[in-house]
């Protein structure tokens, strides 16, 4: 399929930019987002008015591409384009995985083509999904490893093998090279090092990209190796990007994997006009699929650089103190009078000899915080409390506590396992009671949850639900038929006393009952193609939430994620069973799915903020997610300022991710080359949180971990400069 032979007058619709590619460096909150925005500006086209609109894209007009390093970037860029510029040019806003995933989807026919593979529309994995697909298709080769000898995890060995491959694609490597790559730079003799063993992970993974290919199941690791080395390089693909966009926006280009670096340099070749930021302080992702040295490579094909010199915030103040404090930490240097260490209490009952615990530290932020707020007059959005590891309890301690203050609280992309919420967990059991022969999925206990939350809400009443607990454990145990292949729910006059349950929960068990009974009549009606899962699932959804209750915006986007990963999971069924020889029951592919979601592999945020209610809350958020958010804030509260987490920034690094930088020199690292990379990145991780702090930091610190273990980590010597600062004072 020849795509040039497109009629010739498109090229007359593109007007480009009026401005010159421009390369944009500078440290956090130094100013780059606005430099960005008002070239943008400068750049648009006299014949193109501005305003308040804006138009829907069509083929045929060139479009300007913004890229940002996430959705949440994303929205915030989109937000301050429209109201601070106004424009009527179409704007395609993406992160660049949305990028490369969608150029991939809407240029298929020229990779298959390319490859000669099946014409049929691909179909993107989800991660859990991958990895279910993956143990199954490796599970031979997996018992022949011996990986309970070795001490390794099926699990972690399969998710570290697929990471594989993601890392290859985005820094522009062919799979073929992951196994010299994995031999040359990973050092050590442990298992998992051995050159035998990285010559069987490109095995498993040659196979698993066959596989994938032939079924049109397209990874993300698959999808960057696509477009990397089929898509980018086509001729067709690069005239039809011309034609596209006559712009590129892209900020924060520190966080982009390698590939995106081709690509600009694809579209800088192209003369389509390209203004990018990028932060040395940033380097978010660096470990997970980001090569910010691959970025900065291409900083001299620009026409223009610009340097932004000064950082935000307390950074120039408190970053090379804070440096200097940590590496001569024998000098007792005291820290400047905005960082306060808090004082943490002991009990009247409390020995001194005993180390601060972590539940003393978490009760004395909160009433630090509880204290900036109701006498300081700090408003709660005008605080965040930033850890490397916030852990369940530590959350919900912190939010209990403030909420009892009438202090909002927003944690940031929480995310917890769907199976977590009572919602879920009842409609898995109700699907056990609708499909036959998965009687072996369901307990009492399951089925007493179930009949509590699919029951009439009664709010502000007590029970707050129409059958309380009490009576739904007498209920299944005394109607509730088990059965291998049919387990029922029986009539409530099956139990000799049921008049004491009384009218209400009669009712609402009769109202379960008879929806059930109608649900399993019309699956035996449809034999041998009943409705599938998620058909059910929707069905239940409308008959005892939507009708009978309202929602929390939470409940909501759990319902949303199980719908999503049900459709999603049986969309990848079917596309195995129009492939597959061996076809699958449906009954094996539910309990598949029932048993998946019960293991906890799904996750979705357990408390999303309303961007309207989130402005005035307390910001609850790890490292990572907050340097992510690139936002700032009055008062910071580091937590667990002793923690060794510090000195990854919060976040863990993919297995061997450094072996696929485009600066790796082919072997593994010294300990000196370890060494300073890891101080690089804590000086990093300190130069851009404290740019994002307005007035205040406060040091929170406890002896003991959340597991009982001391903390003495990289920051450590912070903590004694603090106490020898509020000596002085």
């Avoid at 009952?349 to 539940?359: D, Q, T, V, W």
Wanted: include cysteine; proline fraction near 7%; glycine fraction near 6%.
């Amino acid at each position: 399929m020849d795509l040039s032979s497109k009629p010739s007058n498109w090229d007359l619709e593109r007007s480009p930019l009026r401005c010159p590619s421009r390369w944009i460096t500078g440290p956090s909150r130094s100013g780059k987002t606005r430099r960005l925005i008002q070239v943008f500006e400068q750049g648009l086209s006299p014949g193109h008015p501005q305003g308040g609109g804006v138009r829907a894209v069509v083929p045929i007009t060139p479009a300007v591409l913004i890229l940002t390093a996430n959705t949440t970037n994303q929205r915030d860029l989109s937000d301050r384009l429209f109201l601070e510029v106004g424009c009527r040019d179409p704007l395609v806003f993406k992160t660049p995985s949305g990028f490369i995933i969608d150029e991939v989807f809407l240029f298929w026919p020229l990779i298959f083509q390319a490859l000669q593979l099946k014409a049929q529309f691909p179909l993107r994995l989800r991660p859990e999904t991958e990895q279910e697909l993956a143990t199954t298709l490796w599970q031979r080769e997996l018992d022949d490893l011996g990986l309970d000898t070795a001490g390794v995890m099926e699990y972690r060995f399969v998710r570290d093998t697929l990471d594989l491959l993601q890392l290859a694609g985005a820094g522009g490597f062919a799979p073929a090279e992951i196994a010299p790559r994995l031999s040359q730079g990973l050092a050590g003799d442990t298992w998992e090092t051995k050159p035998e063993m990285s010559e069987k992970r490109g095995d498993l993974l040659h196979h698993w990209q066959q596989w994938c290919l032939e079924r049109g199941l397209l990874s993300y690791g698959l999808i960057y190796d696509l477009y990397g080395r089929y898509l980018l390089g086509d001729r067709h693909y690069q005239r039809q990007l011309l034609r596209r966009y006559r712009g590129i926006f892209a900020d924060d280009v520190d966080d982009y994997p390698a590939l995106m670096a081709d690509f600009l340099q694809t579209a800088l070749t192209a003369e389509i006009p390209c203004v990018v930021t990028f932060n040395p302080n940033g380097q978010n992702r660096l470990g997970l699929n980001a090569d910010p040295y691959a970025l900065a490579q291409i900083q001299s094909t620009f026409a223009h650089c610009e340097t932004l010199a000064t950082a935000g915030g307390l950074g120039e103040t408190l970053t090379p103190i804070m440096m200097k404090v940590i590496q001569s930490p024998s000098e007792l240097i005291p820290l400047p009078p905005m960082v306060e260490l808090l004082q943490i209490c002991r009990g009247e009952e409390e020995p001194e000899f005993l180390p601060i615990s972590r539940a003393a530290l978490l009760r004395a932020t909160a009433e630090r915080l509880i204290k900036a707020v109701k006498q300081e007059g700090i408003a709660p959005g005008d605080i965040a409390v930033i850890g490397p590891g916030l852990d369940a309890i530590a959350r919900y301690t912190l939010m209990e506590i403030l909420k009892k203050q009438d202090i909002a609280v927003e944690p940031l992309n929480e995310q917890r396992p769907l199976i977590t919420s009572p919602l879920v967990r009842a409609l898995l059991t109700l699907l056990t009671l609708v499909y036959p022969g998965l009687g072996a999925l369901i307990d009492r206990d399951r089925l007493a949850e179930m009949l509590v939350v699919l029951s009439d809400r009664q709010p502000g009443q007590i029970p707050p639900t129409a059958i309380d607990p009490v009576r739904a454990g007498l209920l299944s145990d005394h109607c509730y038929h088990f059965d291998p292949q049919h387990p029922r729910l029986l009539p409530v006059t099956d139990y000799p006393r049921w008049d004491r349950f009384g009218h209400q929960v009669v009712t609402a068990y009769n109202r379960i009952r008879d929806w059930l009974e109608s649900q399993t009549q019309q699956i035996q009606e449809s034999a041998p193609h009943p409705p599938i899962p998620p058909v059910v699932l929707n069905a239940a959804i409308e008959q005892f939430f939507n009708k009978t209750r309202t929602l929390s915006y939470g409940e909501l986007a759990v319902l949303r994620g199980l719908m999503e990963t049900a459709q999603h999971f049986w969309e990848v069924d079917t596309r195995l069973r129009q492939n597959e020889g061996v076809q699958r029951s449906p009954l094996e592919t539910l309990s598949q799915f029932i048993q998946l979601l019960r293991r906890g592999t799904i996750t979705a945020n357990a408390y999303p903020a309303h961007r309207e209610t989130g402005e005035n809350a307390v910001l609850l958020a790890t490292i990572y997610q907050y340097r992510n958010l690139r936002r700032s804030h009055r008062w910071h509260f580091w937590l667990d300022v002793g923690s060794n987490l510090w000195q990854s920034g919060g976040a863990t690094d993919l297995f061997a991710h450094h072996c696929f930088l485009r600066e790796n020199p082919g072997r593994p690292w010294t300990a000196e080359e370890q060494t300073e990379r890891q101080t690089a990145k804590l000086t990093r991780v300190l130069a851009d949180l404290t740019a994002r702090i307005e007035e205040r930091l406060i040091l929170c610190h406890s002896e003991l971990a959340v597991n009982g273990m001391e903390q003495r980590g990289p920051l450590s010597p912070l903590i004694d400069a603090a106490q020898i600062q509020g000596v002085l004072n």
